[in-house]
């Protein structure tokens, strides 16, 4: 399943075999606790509200579920505080390496 805000990103997603729905991730109607894995890439650095963003993410997860986040632009990151604020006692990363970040809820 892809969502996506934005019908340019999901043009890709609707070549292929994709459940796609254009919507925002914070309002989207879909259950609560129902994937086993998330992923989003390029896109927390770039939200001013990714906090509700991030928890309508983890809500849709199921429990003992994997978030996997890719932000590419460290220095946006330092400016907004998003992987300080990422890295608390909620969160723990999985995996650490330049371009990556995993979590698990």
């Not at 770039?46 to 963003?53: F, K, M, T």
């Amino acid at each position: 399943m892809a969502v996506d805000i934005s019908t340019r990103f999901l043009s890709k997603a609707r070549r292929t075999n994709v459940d796609v729905h254009e919507a925002d991730i914070r309002t989207i109607d879909l259950q609560p606790a129902s994937f086993d894995f998330a992923h989003a890439r390029f896109v927390f650095i770039h939200l001013a509200d990714w906090r509700a963003a991030l928890d309508a993410t983890l809500r849709l997860l199921k429990p003992g579920g994997h978030l996997v986040l890719e932000e590419p632009d460290f220095s946006a990151s330092e400016r907004t505080g998003l992987l300080d604020q990422l890295f608390d006692e909620h969160s723990r990363p999985t995996f650490f390496f330049p371009h990556s970040h995993g979590f698990s809820p």
